[in-house]
Every structure is written in structure tokens, then in C-alpha cells.
């Protein structure tokens, strides 16, 4: 079983930076796919990054550049690092496991709960 756990959100002004973390105290999958979504209020959720088992990374136009996942097998933990952060950041970013490891963004099936984002101008 997958139990993933985020932390390293909070306010931050634009420009600014934040790494969050994902923490996976249930069992390790190597060949799972691995990343983080986000949601704004009265948004849909979207994809931000995703890292897969030979750690090949994808990431939409809005953050390439900016934001970096990565991962530490041996600590079980998957990170992402967010620098030129806008107010269009903000957001509740997920961490999340795709046991097919294909990295569709439909297929991830394991979630966490969340860590808020505050970008302010």
C-alpha cells in the first residue's frame, strides 16, 4: 500500500521559491510513476510534473523552466522544487502514485492530502 504525505508548502511572495516534499511510508514501487498535480479554488486539477521509475521528467508549458521533480529512491520521498513562483501558483498541490507507471495523467491512483501554496504579488 502507498501512503504519501506532503509537506513544504506556505506563503511565499512572487519570484520567490519553495520545495515541497512527498513522503511514502507504505511500500516502495520502483516501477510506479510518480507526480504532483495541483487545484486551484474553483478550478480543475491539473498535472504539474511527472517523474517516472527511469527517471525520465515531463512537465507542462506553465511551470517548464520554473519547477523541478525529482526523487530519492532510497529515502522513499519525491520532491519538487519551485522557483519564479507567480500568484497563479497558488494552489493546493497534490502528491500522487501511478501504479501502471505509465505516467498518464488519468491513471495515478494513489493520493495524497495536500499542501497549500500562497504565491502573493
Known amino acids: 500500500q502507498v501512503q504519501l504525505v506532503e509537506s513544504g508548502g506556505g506563503s511565499v511572495q512572487a519570484g520567490g521559491s519553495l520545495r515541497l516534499s512527498c513522503a511514502n511510508s507504505?511500500?516502495?514501487?520502483?516501477?510506479?510513476?510518480m507526480g504532483w498535480f495541483r487545484q486551484a479554488p474553483g478550478k480543475e486539477r491539473e498535472w504539474v510534473a511527472t517523474?517516472?521509475?527511469?527517471?525520465?521528467?515531463r512537465y507542462p508549458q506553465y511551470v517548464k523552466g520554473r519547477f523541478t521533480i525529482s526523487k530519492d529512491n532510497a529515502k522513499n520521498t519525491l520532491y519538487l522544487q519551485m522557483n519564479s513562483l507567480k500568484p497563479e501558483d497558488t494552489a493546493m498541490y497534490y502528491c500522487a502514485a501511478d501504479s501502471s507507471g505509465y505516467c498518464y495523467t488519468d491513471l495515478f491512483d494513489y493520493w495524497g492530502q495536500g499542501t497549500q501554496v500562497t504565491v502573493s504579488s
Open positions: 507504505g511500500d516502495t514501487y520502483s516501477n510506479y510513476c
Open positions: 517523474i517516472d521509475s527511469e527517471g525520465t521528467t
